[in-house]
Nanobody, 124 residues
């Protein structure tokens, strides 16, 4: 069992930055790939970024490539999402998740533990 707690969300002006954190419980955190997703009102959950167990491989959605950076600190059982150049369309609830199964990093169906989410609101 893995529990995830996101933090770092809030209200920011367009063009600003936020760093989200996702703290995980459990000794096996360093064994798992991790991902960040978001969901805006009335929209489907959207893949943003993922990172493999070691942090050596990362994946990004085209919509955030070059603006968002995913990283992890296995010693702290934490994964981060640095978000720069934020836009109003980035407003959403942001979730981190654990990916334990092989397959595409882009597919939410392969992530089986999810945090409760943190709200990010970007004002224009």
């Amino acid at each position: 069992q893995v529990q995830l707690v996101e933090s770092g969300g809030g209200l920011v002006q367009a063009g600003g930055s936020l760093r989200l954190s996702c703290a995980a419980s459990g000794r096996t955190f360093s064994s798992y790939a991790m991902g960040w997703f978001r969901q805006a009102p009335g929209k489907e959950r959207e893949f943003l970024a993922a990172i493999n167990w070691s942090g050596g491989i990362t994946f990004y959605a085209d919509s955030v490539k070059g603006r968002f950076t995913i990283s992890r600190d296995n010693a702290k059982n934490t994964v981060y999402l640095q978000m720069n150049s934020l836009k109003s369309e980035d407003t959403a609830v942001y979730y981190c998740a654990v990916k334990r199964y092989s397959g595409s990093y882009y597919s939410s169906g392969l992530y089986d533990y999810w945090g409760q989410g943190t709200q990010v609101t970007v004002s224009s």
